[in-house]
């Protein structure tokens, strides 16, 4: 069944090995998935930012297992979404059901609030649709439906230097300009934001769950930080725009990286400090304002009694480029953008951070392990339940992400492992790094006669990966 939660404008680290119990008789009994909107793992600061807040995350993470190297295989909302939701890869004709599906097989309820599966931001949410949701995976799923862009309060278009109040001529769904906006909302609490509404749905659903006393998985979906950077105001006023240290831009960066390995480049905000910081400020704002709101649904859940039965987990659907080289936004293969944060709560068991690749593919067959269910054909990911167990535990020695939408025009994909990183473009261009000494990837090696060796071992490893994935020939 679908609801409408409609809305009023007017009412407005610590390196700690988990031991995960193997022989433990009692296993979870259900999943919470929270997930955020284009969050790169850089802004979080379990992930060790020290500038944006992110308490409720930040908490969680000490309570669970942090992957340090978790990467998406899709790099953009609507590939992504699903290759976590049915653990395959995008571009594979996937034969397996959605996680709701199996786990409704076994017994389960499964409920969706928000943003799971793709939905297209501003649009969704201003309009209170399901977007590219695949029903079929929920017991039951319910929307939101916000204002968005039209939400009053202080209107800025970064790129632009606009600041107005003015409704008219805003930049909204469909727009070219949408991906540089934010809006310093007037309602103090965000009760009428989407990220609050979402809060407040999956807060009641967790109290129909423990009433119902049946097995469930929730998932809820928030949509903040993805554009427009909707917040109240006093999470901008939390940082100054000036204040904002903003990545460099160095001459000659881009020499060495193929044309189509590049990114946007911001509709002019690389020409103005100011616009960068504005762009900064909001989606630290936009990030602090969806953690308050994850903070909400795990405050409930302690409250009922549920955290004890209940396997958290914290993710996103790819990260984000702001600024880093020049570059905004998402969609190629750069670590800003393929890093994510990753965060598994297994109840009863101690804390711990993991090196151990990971990949978002993962997330499905780590759950049903968790839950003592069998495996459906078709997945591609593995259980991560090894590296749960014991943070020293490797399931992967690379992880795999590919940039392969019907609308891209040259393909992509690439490849990290410990020490470096590989990306390869359907017009033969190349790039490899050496993550040890340059995490920041300002130093393409392919042509690097020192690292001749390692780049053939990089292609090789690329190749078997495809293979195995169904993605090559």
């Known amino acids: 069944m679908k609801n409408i939660v409609s809305l009023s404008l007017i009412a407005c680290c610590l390196g700690v090995s988990s031991t995960l119990a193997a022989t433990s008789e009692e296993k979870p009994k259900n999943i919470l998935l929270i997930m955020s909107d284009d969050l790169k793992a850089s802004v979080v600061g379990a992930y060790g930012n020290t500038v944006c807040k992110t308490p409720n995350i930040d908490r969680l993470a000490k309570s669970g297992m942090v992957f340090e190297r978790s990467y998406c295989q899709g790099l953009a909302c609507a590939p992504s979404r699903p290759s976590i939701m049915t653990s395959t890869y995008p571009g594979v004709k996937s034969k397996a059901p959605t996680i709701g599906e199996h786990l409704q097989k076994h017994g389960w309820h499964t409920a969706r609030v928000g943003k799971i599966f793709h939905m297209g931001v501003p649009d969704s949410p201003k309009n ?57 909302a007037d309602c103090e609490d965000g009760s009428d934001q989407a990220d609050h509404l979402v809060a407040q749905k999956a807060i009641d659903l967790l109290r129909e769950r423990k009433e119902a006393g049946k097995p469930f998985f929730l998932g809820v979906g928030f949509f903040r930080p993805h554009y427009p950077m909707v917040a109240p105001k006093r999470f901008f006023d939390m940082y100054p725009h000036e204040t904002l240290e903003v990545p460099s831009l160095i001459p000659g960066d881009l020499d060495d990286i193929p044309p189509v390995g590049q990114a946007s480049t911001g509709d002019g905000l690389n020409d103005s400090k100011e616009g960068r910081q504005r762009m900064w400020q909001a989606y630290y704002a936009s990030t602090t304002f969806m953690d308050e ?62 090196m151990s690749l990971a990949e978002l593919v993962d997330f499905y067959p780590t759950c ?49 492992a410990d020490d470096w990183h590989y990306m390869r473009y359907a017009d033969g261009g190349e790039e490899f790094y050496d993550m040890v000494n340059d995490p920041q990837q300002y130093r393409n090696l392919v042509g690097d006669p020192d690292s001749a060796s390692l780049l053939a071992t990089a292609r090789r490893k690329l190749d078997q990966r495809m293979k195995e994935a169904g993605l090559s020939q």
């Open 293 to 354: 709101q994850v903070g909400r649904v795990l405050e409930e859940l302690d409250r009922l009694g549920l955290a004890d039965s209940t396997v958290v987990i914290f993710t996103t659907d790819h990260g984000y480029h702001l600024g880093e080289h020049g570059f905004w936004q998402k969609a190629n293969l750069h670590e800003e953008v393929a890093r994510v944060p990753f965060i598994v709560r297994v109840p009863g068991e101690p804390a711990g951070r993991t």
């Open 368 to 416: 049903i392990d968790l839950l003592g269910l069998p495996s459906p054909e078709g997945i591609q990911g593995k259980s991560l339940v090894p590296v749960l167990r014991d943070a020293q535990a490797r399931v992967r020695d690379t992880a795999l992400s590919v940039h392969n939408e019907r609308h891209v025009k040259i393909p992509a994909e690439g490849i990290r």
């Open 128 to 184: 209170g649709d399901s977007g590219l949701d695949v029903p079929e995976c929920w017991t039951e799923f319910h929307n939101t439906k916000s204002e968005e862009t039209s939400t009053p309060g202080l209107y800025r278009l970064t790129s632009r230097g606009i600041a107005t109040r003015e409704m008219k001529g805003r930049q909204g769904a469909g727009t070219k300009l949408r991906p540089w906006v934010a809006v310093e």
